[in-house]
């Protein structure tokens, strides 16, 4: 299975700044997908990240304040702008390999927002 | 994407089978059914998944009814490092391949001494 990096595992940032999450896999990835999870909550898909096009967003997630990149099959980023105590989560980023194979995910990163 | 409902909580005691219950009741005939599992601060653990025949591996087993509306996740020997939230999920596949994964509220699964 893929090993998945996460970068930082924790953050504290300021209201009003941005944080932009790492997420480095170990193999060529085709799909990657970034999750986020608010506290005592399940996980909720944010949008679906392709190598060579833009990102593919769920409702009630928006490019400005989530924009993201995919510049290869082993990285990306999700940066979340423009932040608000709100958008305090544990934000996951995950991979799959092929067609039925499973996702898997990195450890998260953990952002507090004061 | 296909509903899932899991019971919020159950109690197993260790050593004991742990038999976690999903249905899926309007499951389409090509999705799978896929379990995951989070231990409190780390990301979801792949733990199987299946169509519609019974899958066993070093984790779990798996069992789907014959109609696919149910299936059952059994940790034969829970430990207390089995305690987890657990999330039964049927797979939408995207135009193209690759698995976007719709997460419910799960089943929180505390096993005792």
């Known amino acids: 299975s893929a090993v998945i990096s996460q970068k930082p595992s924790r953050d504290i940032c300021q209201r009003g700044t941005s944080l932009t999450i790492q997420c480095q896999v170990d193999?060529?990835?085709?799909?990657m997908f970034w999750y986020r999870q608010q506290p005592g909550q399940s996980l909720t898909l944010i949008a679906t990240?392709?190598?060579?096009?833009?990102?593919?967003?769920e409702s009630g997630f928006v490019i400005d304040k989530f924009p993201i990149s995919r510049p290869n099959l082993t990285f990306s980023t999700l940066t979340v702008s423009n932040l608000s105590p709100e958008d305090s989560s544990i934000y996951l980023c995950?991979?799959?390999?092929?067609?039925?194979?499973?996702?898997?995910f990195g450890n998260g990163t953990r952002l507090t927002v004061t | 994407d296909a509903k899932t409902t899991q019971p919020p909580s159950m109690d197993c005691a260790e050593g004991r089978a742990a038999n976690l219950p999903c249905n899926h009741s309007?499951?389409?005939?090509?999705?799978?059914v896929y379990w995951y599992r989070q231990i409190h601060s780390q990301g979801p653990q792949y733990i199987i998944h299946?169509?519609?025949n019974n899958e066993t591996n070093e984790m779990a087993s798996l069992i789907i009814t014959e109609d696919r509306k149910s299936s059952t996740l059994i940790l034969p020997h829970a430990t207390l490092r089995d305690t987890a939230v657990y999330y039964c999920?049927?797979?939408?596949?995207?135009?193209?391949?690759?698995?976007?994964?719709?997460f419910g509220t799960g089943t929180q699964l505390k096993v005792e001494l």
């Open positions: 995950s991979v799959v390999g092929g067609y039925n194979s499973p996702l898997h």
């Open positions: 193999s060529q990835v085709t799909m």
């Open positions: 990240a392709n190598q060579g096009s833009e990102a593919t967003y």
């Open positions: 309007t499951i389409s005939g090509n999705e799978y």
């Open positions: 299946g169509l519609k």
């Open positions: 999920i049927v797979r939408v596949a995207l135009t193209g391949g690759g698995n976007k994964l719709t």
